[in-house]
């Protein structure tokens, strides 16, 4: 399997190596690294369905490294967070965050979404060029998560460019020092909402944690850094791929810029068809288990491929055609299981806002250069575009 994050084919269209590697069979043993790390890869929708929700697959990152002299410098607070952690860790702190995403608390956000929206596209002028992902899909999230947690808009930027730099792959140094300024950011965040506190998300988390809810200062830290993270990341790359397939597909863009209320039903096949995270979050064997027809033994790190799932023929046919009236239902683009994605409301209210906003106010929104000149980003982790000029 090339590397995603040098081979630029790759990159642009992962999908032909995906269903290659899942014809061979859907899990298999894959190297990297030169062959000094090997890890088993699931490619099929059914086995990554399994994985997902088997207990015997950790995620506790810290009990897997511990020992294995590794060099990385990761804060504490981004190493030992909520998404790497097993229950009953896992339950007690997802349960602190569930209320602030239920469909209900979102939908109190949609007004300030749909606001927001309105004042990132009020830039862009009919006939001017406009990068759709540095104008609309990547402030658009950032602005609602900081507004729900209460950062500062002074701080953002600096925040946001650390939380992009978690994702260099291949820069384990950049990493690693992003990773102590946004816990360094969100100690001194915390420390000052607690003389002045608020009623952002983060003010209660603080407040649950000042009234002995057995949740720890560093716990505390590193969930207000993952609800950063996680709250936009994923949610950027999601409009970016999103409007992508839609400019890719003049009948599907057709019908939903004449029936935007048609957009609800079509996102579930939009997340599918171009997933805004490739590969779910490291996992390992805690005793030997069997994933489809493949044996993979106790204490080996195994990676889901989302993106190669959502296009598995066994569960989607004709999976590389985008239908907007076909039942996608099942994608695992926000995961499965326990940790399936605690945002997956906000991102789809935020998807569904936007876009409606774009093709309302932009009917002839069209690509400016062509495809293969557009740039991906250069991670592992997650799928997306470093930029998307568009013109209307």
Known sequence: MPDSTDDPRFLRNPYPTYAAMRSACPVQLVSADSGRHTSYLVTG???????????????????????????????????????????????????????????????KLHPFIAQTADELLAQWRDGESFDFVAGLAVPLPVIVICELLGIPKADRPAVQR????????????????????????????????????GDSLLDRLISARDDDSHLTEEELTSLAVLLFVAGHETTTNLLGNAILALLQNPTAL????????????ALDEL?????????????????????????IPAGAPVRIALSAANRDPQQFPAPDVLDIDRDATTHLSFGHGIHRCLGAALAKAEAEIALRTVLTRFPGIRLAVPPDHLEWRRTRLVRGLASLPVVA
Do not use: C
């Open 162 to 197: 650390w939380s992009g730099e978690l994702f260099a792959a291949g820069q384990p140094g950049i990493i690693d020092a992003a990773s102590h300024h946004m816990a360094d950011y969100m100690t001194t965040l915390i420390a000052a909402k607690r003389l002045a506190p």
């Open 271 to 295: 997340l599918r068809f171009d997933a805004p995270l490739s590969l779910a979050t490291f996992r390992y064997t805690t005793e030997p288990i069997t994933l489809g027809d493949t044996a």
């Open 45 to 107: 929708h059914a086995e990554a369905r399994a994985a997902l929700a088997d207990p015997r697959l950790s995620k506790d990152t810290a009990a897997f490294f511990a020992g294995k002299g590794s060099r990385r410098r990761l804060h504490p607070a981004v190493a030992h967070n909520m998404l790497a952690s097993d229950p009953p860790q896992h339950t007690r702190l997802r349960r602190l965050v569930t209320k602030a995403f239920t469909t209900g608390a979102v939908a």
């Open 254 to 265: 057709h019908r939903l810029r004449e029936n935007p209320n048609d957009l609800p039903g």
